[in-house]
């Protein structure tokens, strides 16, 4: 069975740190690695990675997939309290579902 | 609004009663997705839809649990006899792509509290 693990679980920063999120996954098949941010209800849709795009950046967060290893990082760098959230990672393994870890849960405090 | 639309927001109910939610995806999504979320966990797969047809059902989804797009557009997700593990947000997502390809788009969900 695909399997995501993520940490650490929970993580509390100040404004302006840097931050790297982990994600670990097992997957029969994998096609690609998601990344989203959930604030309050909706998981709003990052970054996505595949084999043959392994990084990934966009403003002050950046992915980097292993794809070896079978681990994901995400990065963010210069914090804001806005960055405040929980980071799912999914993987997709070709099938209509995506599996989902648990998250990690960003707190920045100003 | 152009984007996934859940009904109702919040939802108390007793034990043992039915409850019905209502999704209405992007509208030129053809993909529709059930995930379940409880606290500290990360969305679970129900079930997909493309079109009208249900194409995949997780073993998570009961016979208490049933789920119709009957137009292909809005869809209901209906749990019969509540139990109290059934609390969860219940997420509607949509793609016109394939789950993996593009990312879904999420609606902000149900919340639903069995009491």
């Known amino acids: 069975e695909d399997k995501v693990v993520q940490s650490p679980l929970s993580l509390v920063v100040h404004e302006g740190d840097t931050v790297t999120l982990n994600c670990s996954y097992e997957?029969?098949?994998?096609?690609?690695l998601l990344w989203y941010k959930q604030e309050k209800k909706a998981p709003t849709f990052l970054f996505m990675l595949?084999?043959?795009?392994i990084e990934k950046k966009s403003g002050r967060l950046s992915s980097i997939l292993d794809k070896k290893e079978l681990y994901c990082i995400l990065n963010i760098t210069a914090t804001q309290t806005g960055d405040s959230a929980i980071y799912l990672c999914a993987v997709w393994g070709g099938s209509e579902k995506l599996v989902f870890g648990k998250g990690t849960k960003l707190t920045v405090n100003p | 609004d152009t984007g996934v639309s859940q009904d109702p927001r919040h939802k108390i109910t007793k034990r043992g009663q039915n409850v019905t939610f209502r999704c209405d995806p992007i509208?030129?999504?053809?993909?529709l997705y059930w995930y379940r979320q409880t606290l500290g966990q990360g969305p679970e797969f129900l079930t997909y839809f493309q079109n009208e047809a249900q194409l995949e059902k997780s073993r998570l989804l009961s016979d208490r649990f049933s789920a119709e797009r009957p137009k292909g557009s809005f869809s209901t997700l209906e749990i019969q006899r509540t139990e109290q593990g059934d609390s969860a947000m219940y997420l509607c997502?949509?793609?016109?792509?394939?789950?993996?390809?593009?990312?879904?788009?999420f609606g902000s969900g149900t919340r639903l509290t069995v009491v």
């Open positions: 997957v029969t098949n994998f096609r690609s």
């Open positions: 997502a949509s793609s016109v792509q394939g789950a993996g390809r593009v990312g879904y788009t």
């Open positions: 509208s030129e999504h053809n993909r």
């Open positions: 595949t084999s043959s795009g």
